[in-house]
């Protein structure tokens, strides 16, 4: 469900406590903000971005080797 919030005199906005419970957001945490076609996105950034796309597309990678894959990639590297 949407909900509404005012634009401040410095255009700050306060996000409203539940949102900001139901993210996890602290004091001084970072959000990333993106335009979008209908609107904002506004995004908590991650401590870590690697820790944070650890395991992205696992299933991807289930059952390949991936030492067999590394080899035959690194092969069409050389001319």
Same mark, same amino acid.
């Given at each position: 469900?949407?909900?509404?919030? +005012? !634009?401040?005199?410095?255009?700050? #906005?306060?996000?409203?406590?539940?949102?900001?419970?139901?993210?996890?957001?602290? *004091?001084?945490?970072? #959000? !990333?903000?993106?335009?979008?076609?209908?609107?904002?996105? !506004?995004?908590?950034?991650?401590?870590?971005?690697?820790?944070? #796309?650890?395991?992205?597309?696992?299933?991807?990678?289930?059952?390949?080797?991936?030492? *067999?894959?590394?080899?035959?990639?690194?092969?069409?590297?050389? +001319?």
């Amino acid at each position: 469900m949407a909900q509404a919030v +005012r !634009l401040g005199k410095r255009f700050q #906005l306060v996000l409203p406590k539940k949102i900001r419970q139901r993210l996890g957001l602290r *004091e001084g945490d970072v #959000l !990333l903000i993106e335009v979008t076609r209908k609107g904002i996105l !506004l995004i908590p950034k991650p401590q870590s971005y690697t820790q944070h #796309l650890s395991g992205l597309h696992r299933e991807v990678w289930q059952d390949v080797n991936v030492d *067999e894959y590394l080899r035959e990639e690194r092969k069409t590297w050389q +001319r």
